[in-house]
């Protein structure tokens, strides 16, 4: 089966522009994690959406959100970009919540340069 | 073992030999643990999982060891392959969170 589709790949936006990225989950998968991943900070959790409800959430500002459709598919958003921003943005789906399953599985990200 | 600052720890071994990456955790209310690869330019792949009721369990060429007491958890890799090549990260779910914190990874190099 068709594994986790991040879209873009590859974007690069200026400092206070916002952006959106795009999940489509594992088909039946009804959880997507977010996480950002830089070289000093490793993997971060951004935030988890279950069955459309934002169960967990993790310390990043309120400039990060996100949501989720009732196909499960997911968005998060970013506004008033700053340098520190650029990352890879990492989504992963599982069938049930992150911490419970651990098996989650990871599209290959969303690498945003803010310049 | 886990990174502090911006280089991960690297483990270089030689084709055929075993690998062990080792992990230390930090909520003693963790009771699931997870291991997972990542090449690069890919995203993180699941590679094995513990429970905190296990010490030991084992995978196809991997196993992973708890140790509760000093909160550290290990991946070993049999026979390590080219292909092994990655950064290997652990998380824990720091137990009713229903959050994975992942450490800060550890790259592994094999020789041919």
């Known amino acids: 089966k068709a594994g986790v589709t991040q879209t873009p790949r590859y974007l690069i936006k200026t400092r206070g522009q916002q952006v959106t990225l795009s999940c489509s989950p594992i088909?039946?998968?009804?959880?997507v994690s977010w996480y950002q991943q830089t070289p000093g900070q490793g993997l971060q959790f951004l935030f988890e959406y279950f069955s459309e409800t934002q169960r967990n959430k993790g310390n990043f500002p309120g400039r990060f959100s996100g949501r989720q459709f009732s196909n499960s598919r997911s968005e998060m958003n970013v506004s008033t970009l700053e340098l520190g921003d650029s990352a890879l943005y990492l989504c992963?789906?599982?069938?049930?919540?992150?911490?419970?399953?651990?098996?989650?599985?990871f599209g290959e990200g969303s690498r945003l340069t803010v310049l | 073992g886990e990174s502090v600052g911006l280089h991960l720890p690297t483990l270089s071994v030689q084709e055929g030999d075993n690998s062990i990456i080792n992990c230390a955790y930090s909520n003693s209310a963790s009771d699931y643990f997870i291991w997972y690869k990542q090449e690069s330019g890919k995203g993180p792949q699941f590679i094995i999982d513990?429970?905190?009721?296990?010490d030991k369990r084992q995978g196809q060429r991997v196993t992973v060891l708890l140790n509760k007491t000093v909160k550290h958890l290990s991946l070993q890799i049999a026979a390590t392959q080219p292909g092994d090549s990655a950064v290997y990260f652990c998380a824990e779910n720091g137990a009713g969170s229903y959050q994975l914190t992942f450490g800060k990874g550890t790259k592994l190099s094999v020789i041919p």
């Open positions: 513990i429970r905190s009721n296990m």
């Open positions: 088909s039946g998968h009804r959880s």
């Open positions: 992963a789906s599982s069938f049930g919540l992150a911490g419970s399953t651990g098996e989650l599985f």
